[in-house]
């Protein structure tokens, strides 16, 4: 192997990329934050920017917008820990921007499920969790806000693994919670880190660690307590599922760990456990076969999120690609297949903690932002590879509002269909179409509502077309995956609605559960999809 190839392998073998998941207020920024301590990134907790941006109501999508730039700093962190080099997938708090998280998942190799110890699984972890799941990547539990009255342990467990199938193993296990949590025990160590509050977690902390043996003795953890951790443990050890890193690997047992971010107990652990645990970049599926960065010895990357205007006086946008093999030089020329164009990557750029910067190098595993002049659409690949490939796509998630659109000055029908498309392009709406009519009317689909408005300011600031909505009763959409009679004749319920989406392809639009029901059970062999 040459040299240049030792030295690409290397890179790629030192990578972790992973998203964090969880519920809005359950901790991800507050451990985002931690994680960056450790690294160096950031000499002081509590100075990542772009808090905002995980509480984006619209207005403050707008002042995001304004400021320029400051948006960019939820796409990628990178930073250096213990010989790995991570990449922390930031993703919008925001559940009606979950579209976007959707699709940032699909260019992580494992996920990080935060949970609220007092609170257990909630609604948008769920819903995360599913697409995780979509991809059978590794995920890792990490119980936040011990410090504060928790569940119990057990009940905790249980619940993940209730309400999201997934096996658990706690690799460590809490001692109290709230006034009463006294540190966490490491069953894999046999040895207990005593819960500090580390300065309100403003620094790195030592912590003190027991064994066993001194447990008995340490006075601050009752007599109560201890006889309680050493009866939960048996109980675990008996009924519990054992550790297994391949059924990590696969997706299907979580390791668990408990702490507390805000006062950064328990947090340079998990790091740890978590990076020796997790895995370095996976192979991705491509027409040709898998692509194993370990084998792939040339530059291949999907794009996976596009980001408008940073720049507005030029309406220029940022593709977002996770390169999957190979290397990244500055100003390499590379196939854009869908384009089936040579492209030269231009302006590179990666995110760092607070500020973005050139990048002159980039491997397998790391994400890239660059400059986009109106030519790259979600999931489009590109390579230098001899023997071209696809990327599998990304899917796209069903919309669950939809609203009929149009622009108000007849007149301005170019710029509307323009800026409609181009927003559709960057995958920040989905459009459809009547069956039959085609452009005339235009349907717009969206997975949290807050994208209607930043629609309507969009086109209104950036084309400069106003424009009215109807709100369509619709909440279910299903692509057809076998169609067993032609599509006219396809005989649903009465408000069953025939659409098609961008690429021609005919979708159903359904306003409740009952009629998808109906309509497959008068159509058999009918096959619908939930995702495109
Ligand atoms: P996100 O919405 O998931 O990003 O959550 P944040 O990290 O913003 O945290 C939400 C709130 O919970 C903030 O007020 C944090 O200070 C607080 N918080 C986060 N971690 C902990 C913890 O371990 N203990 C306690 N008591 N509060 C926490």
Known sequence: MSEKNQEIKEEIRK??????????????????????LYGGAINQAGSVKGKATARHAVSDWMEIEKERGISVTSSVLQFEYGGFCINILDTPGHQDFSEDTYRTLMAADSAVMVIDASKGVEAQTRKLFKVCTMRHIPIFTFINKMDREAMDTFELLDDIEQELGIATCPVNWPIGSGKEFKGVYDRQKNQVELFSDTQ???????????????????????????????EELELQDGAGAVFDQELVEKGKLSPVFFGSALTNFGVETFLKYFLEMTTSPLPRRSDQGEIDPMEEEAFSAFVFKIQANMNKAHRDRIAFMRICSGRFEAGMDV???QGNKKVRLSQPQQMMASERKMVEKAYGGDIIGVFDPGIFSIGDTLTTAREQFVYEGIPTFAPE?????????????????????????????????EYHTGMEEIIVGVVGILQFDVLK??????YNVEIRMDSLPYEYIRWIRHCPVDLDKLSGTSDMKKVKDLRGRPLLLFVNSWSIRMTLERNEGLELTEFG
């Not at 998203?19 to 920024?29: E, L, R, V, W, Y």
């Not at 064994?211 to 008995?216: A, G, N």
């Not at 609203?403 to 459809?432: H, P, S």
């Not at 300011?457 to 950036?462: D, F, N, P, S």
């Open 401 to 433: 509002h939809f609203a009929r659109v149009r622009q108000v000055d007849t007149m301005k029908r170019k710029q509307f269909l323009k800026g409609v498309n181009q927003i559709a392009q960057e995958g920040a709406i989905q459009i459809f179409q």
């Open 200 to 230: 309100k977690g403003t620094r790195q902390g030592s912590v003190r660690i027991l064994d066993r043996k001194d447990l008995e003795k340490e006075e601050w953890i009752s007599g109560e307590q201890k006889d309680r951790l050493f």
């Open 457 to 462: 300011y969009r086109l209104e600031k950036e």
């Open 15 to 36: 990578r972790r990329t992973f998203a964090i998941i969880s519920h809005p207020d359950a901790g991800k920024t507050t451990l985002t934050e931690k994680f960056l």
């Open 335 to 337: 196939w854009h297949i």
